[in-house]
């Protein structure tokens, strides 16, 4: 089915180790993106990407790297996990870039992530 | 991107109408409206977007003032499953950077 797949769907992680949460989009688009959700609060942009080879900071970037090799893959890398990032973690994808594309961003289903 | 404001929360009978309002007084000329909605935790939803013009899809209605200071969602024929948050963005052509608030829940009673 095409979409936004995203694994794991539930993590949980030590004070301190490090971990990959994968994004896999089949649908060719060009802008992906990362967000977080904190109990009972929108989501916050974390990093985002036009394409592949090029990615940017959103607005709670500190402590996750991002890299895009391929279109279709965009992983989030937490580098060294805080309780701080007890989260759940959404991928996105769009055609567009904004305005002009008629469905709007697609969201994975997300990832429960739980640090301790 | 302009800031929204919507109303925490907001019933509705199942079968009627229900209509969500968002105000963006500070919306700027290139900057669309859009509408999505997040079930239970899942990922959010994309239901409709406009810039000037109502815009109408197999989801819902949305209806910009012609100030497009705000707008209105319209949901036809609420049923049980709209139950959800509904958020209204307001975004440029920026890459994604969809600035989410805390959005209108939406309780749909039978």
């Known amino acids: 089915n095409a979409g936004v797949t995203q694994t794991p769907k539930f993590q949980v992680l030590k004070t301190g180790q490090s971990m990959t949460l994968q994004c896999a989009q089949d649908?060719?688009?060009?802008?992906m993106s990362w967000y977080r959700q904190d109990p009972g609060m929108g989501l916050r942009l974390i990093h985002y990407?036009?394409?592949?080879?090029?990615?940017d900071q959103g607005e709670v970037p500190n402590g996750y790297n991002v890299s895009r090799s391929t279109t279709e893959d965009f992983p989030l890398r937490l580098l060294s996990a805080a309780p701080s990032q007890t989260s759940v973690y959404f991928c996105?994808?769009?055609?567009?870039?904004?305005?002009?594309?008629?469905?709007?961003?697609?969201f994975g289903s997300g990832t429960r992530l739980t640090v301790v | 991107d302009a800031k929204t404001t919507q109303p925490p929360s907001m019933d509705c009978a199942e079968g009627r109408a229900a209509n969500l309002p968002c105000n963006h007084s500070?919306?700027?000329?290139?900057?669309?409206v859009y509408w999505y909605r997040q079930i239970h935790s899942q990922g959010p939803q994309y239901i409709i977007h406009?810039?000037?013009n109502n815009e109408t899809n197999e989801m819902a209605s949305l209806i910009i003032t012609e100030d497009r200071k705000s707008s209105t969602l319209i949901l036809p024929h609420a049923t049980l499953r709209d139950t959800a948050v509904y958020y209204c963005?307001?975004?440029?052509?920026?890459?994604?950077?969809?600035?989410f608030g805390q959005g209108t829940i939406l309780t749909v009673h039978p």
């Open positions: 996105a994808s769009s055609y567009s870039r904004g305005g002009t594309g008629t469905r709007g961003y697609t």
């Open positions: 649908m060719n688009h060009e802008y």
């Open positions: 990407s036009v394409g592949a080879g090029i990615t």
């Open positions: 500070t919306i700027s000329g290139n900057e669309y």
């Open positions: 406009g810039l000037k």
């Open positions: 963005i307001v975004s440029g052509t920026s890459y994604g950077k969809l600035t």
